[in-house]
């Protein structure tokens, strides 16, 4: 069936998140056909309760309840969440697309433990005080078998871009600084190595089953470049799906996906 890409009105944009929603989209639709009950769902299997953690304005959520699912987006941001419901009104999933205030360490404020089929943790990791704490609770939020979707900054992507920039001696502090930065005004707390991530995601209770690096060439080539032949979009995004899965690139990916469930 047609993917149901994110930000389609946004071709680079598009690009930036179709590996990642492509790996998500199969992977709900395999969680929801081996679920019981429930209502169908477009994916072709029972719609799921999804947790989105730091949602922002629906760039995922919109997707999966496009594709029949419900979800709750939690997010600290009042003018993110005003976003939300916007994206999804225009989308016609309102009904489906839940906003509430609140952050990944105070989850269990606004959210009910033990009550979703998937959580999504999606660019939050690398900000939160304590990622350990943090994943601890979107983990704790799963049902029992449920689906783990874990999106970081990675670290290889950052040295790798400030070096190709000119900037050599952040470069080089981002890549042994331990934890990532490129300096005092990078906006990103931390960053992780896929072996940082696949570790902490283990150690959460999370089976897991699939590991891609994301945007690791997308970020590096100029718009102009890219845009300039006809077909040069759908071919970088071909390449950056063979990129993603294998080993030898995801070191250098501007972002890192686990996806796993829980135990």
């Known amino acids: 069936m047609p993917r149901t890409t994110p930000h389609d009105h946004l071709p680079r944009a598009s690009l930036r998140a179709a590996v990642v929603w492509e790996a998500l989209e199969d992977a709900l639709a395999r969680h929801g056909a081996a679920g019981q009950g429930g209502a169908d ?11 989105d953690t730091g949602g922002g304005t629906g760039g995922f959520a919109v997707p999966a309840a496009l594709l029949g699912h419900r979800v709750t987006v939690v997010d600290p941001s009042p003018n993110a969440l005003f976003g939300l419901q916007r994206r999804a009104a225009e989308a016609g999933v309102a009904d489906r697309v839940r906003g509430v205030q609140g952050d990944i360490h105070a989850l269990f404020d606004v959210a009910e433990p033990g009550a979703y089929d998937a959580v999504l943790c999606h660019g939050v990791l690398e900000y939160v005080d304590d990622p350990a ?11 029992p078998g449920g689906l783990l979707s874990v999106l970081a900054a990675g670290l290889g992507g950052a040295v790798l871009a400030r070096a190709l920039a000119g900037h050599f001696s952040s470069a080089r502090r981002a890549l042994t600084g331990g934890d990532g930065r490129w300096g005092e005004a990078d906006p990103v707390p931390r960053r992780f190595t896929p072996e940082e991530l696949t570790r902490l995601v283990a150690a959460a209770g999370v089976d897991v089953r699939a590991v891609q690096g994301v945007r690791t060439f997308s970020d590096l080539v100029p718009d102009g470049l890219a845009e300039s032949e006809p077909g040069a979009l759908d071919a970088l995004l071909e390449l950056e799906r063979a990129a993603a899965e294998s080993p030898a690139f995801q070191p250098v990916a501007a972002q890192l996906h686990v996806l796993g469930g829980r135990k």
């Open 133 to 143: 704490a943090g994943l601890a609770n979107a983990v704790a939020a799963l049902r």
């Open 41 to 51: 769902a477009a994916a072709g299997g029972r719609a799921l309760d999804v947790l």
